[in-house]
């Protein structure tokens, strides 16, 4: 999301930028294509563009089928494998993983290479040998999958192949903007939704009424207030909005001026006391493994989350197939 206001723009590569540490602008660079998230009209409005289709209401819906079995596939694994287990690798980070490479075309089997390099572009306190390493190796492998796919783009209908058809064929975007977009995807597919559902299981774990509460509820619409209350609460991408101010900007009595970085809570808006007054409430022997004092967050990355979610269950409790799904 670029900025909405022209008194703001996204910071890029911008000298002087306040950055989180020293590895982040190391991390950050970008081989000359600026990524869509730091772009301006509009190369943002072109940007989008070619991805807008991908993201429709009706195209996340048709993806249903396809992350439900994942899903049930991964919940399967997990009673196979017997409690106790780490939560967030085998199901918090799979899920999306798995969605992820499967929306863009790419083997399942690349998803530990794709992961390890995602986890360090998002990591704030990194040496800078392998900070520097990750976005080329990112762009590269996915310079080589669209080469390949270009001899053939229309084998699976999948994103990476329509972006070809659509988009690089007819002179819209050039190939490494192509590759860049596909980078930020791959990038933003990783981290944020592994975050938010092992907090959102963290959550649930905790609060055992909550849980009892949405497994009794029928209705589809409470499941989506449940997840948007979760991201509101947990505010998992707190550090990822940057912008410079491009003219003074007047805020709460405060001036911002040209030129000076603006880093937004989004944690601390969304649990302004004004507008959020209590937190909405929210699966059968699930619980930690281990105390709650020694579960693993994260510390000294740009998005907020867990290390490892170790969590157990009476064995006799699982069940498989789709009904574990809702
Ligand atoms: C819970 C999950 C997610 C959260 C909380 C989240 C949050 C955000 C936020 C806050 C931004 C704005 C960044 C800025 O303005 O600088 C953003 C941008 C973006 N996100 Fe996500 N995201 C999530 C999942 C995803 C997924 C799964 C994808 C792709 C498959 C994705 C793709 C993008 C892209 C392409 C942008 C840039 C959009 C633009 O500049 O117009 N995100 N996301």
């Not at 002179?171 to 490494?176: A, C, F, I, P, Q």
């Not at 590759?179 to 592994?194: D, F, K, M, N, P």
């Not at 959102?200 to 849980?211: F, K």
């Not at 693993?296 to 989350?305: D, S, V």
């Amino acid at each position: 999301m670029a900025s909405s206001t022209p008194s703001a723009s996204p910071p890029a590569a911008k000298e002087g930028y306040p950055q989180l540490s020293t590895s982040r602008p190391v991390a950050a660079s970008t081989e000359g294509v600026i990524p869509i998230n730091y772009t301006d009209p509009p190369d943002h409005t072109r940007l989008r563009r070619a991805l807008i289709k991908e993201f429709t209401v009706a195209r996340v819906q048709s993806l249903q089928p396809m992350i439900a079995a994942v899903v049930d596939a991964l919940i399967d694994g997990m009673l196979e494998a017997g409690p106790p287990l780490d939560l967030q690798s085998r199901f918090a980070l799979a899920v999306p993983t798995s969605v992820i490479l499967a929306m863009l075309g790419i083997a399942y089997d690349e998803h530990g290479f794709f992961h390890e390099r995602a986890g360090l572009v998002v990591s704030t306190n990194l040496d800078s040998a392998l900070a520097r390493q990750a976005q080329p190796d990112i762009r590269a492998r996915m310079r080589e999958i669209l080469r390949e796919k270009e001899k053939n783009p229309e084998a699976h209908d999948d994103l990476m192949e329509r972006l070809i058809r659509e988009q690089i064929r007819p002179g819209n975007l050039s190939h490494e903007e192509a590759c860049s977009l596909l980078q930020s995807l791959v990038i933003a597919g990783h981290e944020t939704t592994a975050s938010i559902i092992g907090l959102g299981m963290l959550l649930l774990l905790r609060n055992p009424e909550i849980d009892r509460r949405l497994r009794d509820e029928t209705s589809t619409k409470t499941a989506e207030q449940a997840v948007e209350e979760m991201l509101r609460y947990w505010s998992t991408t707190n550090f990822v909005a940057f912008r410079v101010a491009l003219e003074d900007v007047g805020f709460r009595g405060v001036t911002i001026r040209a030129g000076e970085g603006i880093l937004p809570q989004v944690v601390a808006a969304n649990h302004d006391p004004a507008v959020f007054t209590r937190l909405p409430k929210r699966m059968p022997t699930l619980r930690l493994a281990i105390p709650f004092g020694e579960v693993e967050f994260k510390r000294g990355y740009l998005t907020h989350g867990l290390h490892a979610l170790p969590v157990t269950w009476q064995a006799d409790c699982g069940s498989t197939g789709a009904e574990g799904t809702r």
